[in-house]
């Protein structure tokens, strides 16, 4: 568990491509990932060239006590202040630290980019994470059917939201 840590959020840069890919390519994060083959490093390194080119991408490490253990992306998809979100831990992170990167990334998506809303989307099957949301304060909003294909199978896809109004933070 963790006491008294020094958390932070920082910007993600070409250095840290390496350490998120292996944190993201890990087998318990990318079965719950709409893309779920092993992504290569050139594939990553695009989609990292391609999305800090865009100012309405967020791509963001959370820091422990000066160790990387988190990725968040928050994507400004719509206007008015409404954002979509996504993130992972390494898998070696300390228990609790899920909660930690949760708050600072809704502190930073409320405070610092000036969100109304924050919006997830969750595979139904990652009831984990669905109750991780919920914990947030995040609100089911609704669910689009059979709207993820894996290769084999179709799956539900669960919607939570968090309007600024509604965050703990505030």
Same mark, same amino acid.
């Given at each position: ?5 020094? *958390?932070?959020? !920082?910007?993600?840069?070409?250095? &840290?491509? *390496?350490?998120? /890919?292996?944190? !993201?390519?890990?087998? $318990? ?8 083959? $092993? ?15 865009? &100012? ?8 422990? &006590? ?9 994507? *400004? ?6 954002? %979509? ?25 409320? /405070? ?28 089911? *909003?609704?669910?689009? !059917?059979?709207?993820?294909? &894996?290769? !084999?199978?179709?799956? %539900? ?14």
């Amino acid at each position: 568990m963790i006491h008294a840590s020094q *958390e932070s959020l !920082r910007p993600m840069v070409r250095t &840290d491509l *390496e350490q998120v /890919l292996m944190w !993201r390519n890990h087998p $318990e994060v990318r079965r719950f990932m709409y893309t779920q083959h $092993e992504i290569t490093l050139e594939e990553h390194a695009s989609w990292f060239a391609k999305a800090s080119q865009d &100012d309405k991408r967020h791509l963001l490490i959370f820091e422990l &006590d000066g160790v990387a253990i988190g990725f968040i992306s928050i994507h *400004e998809s719509g206007v008015g202040g409404v954002a %979509d979100w996504g993130f992972y831990a390494s898998p070696d992170a300390p228990k609790g630290s899920g909660k930690l990167l949760g708050q600072a990334a809704l502190a930073y998506a409320f /405070l610092q980019v000036g969100l109304h809303k924050l919006c997830g989307q969750v595979l139904e099957y990652n009831e984990r994470s669905i109750r991780f949301h919920e914990r947030l304060g995040f609100r089911r *909003e609704g669910v689009l !059917r059979q709207h993820h294909f &894996d290769g !084999r199978l179709y799956h %539900d896809v669960i919607c939570l939201g968090l309007l600024f109004s509604e965050w703990q933070g505030a």
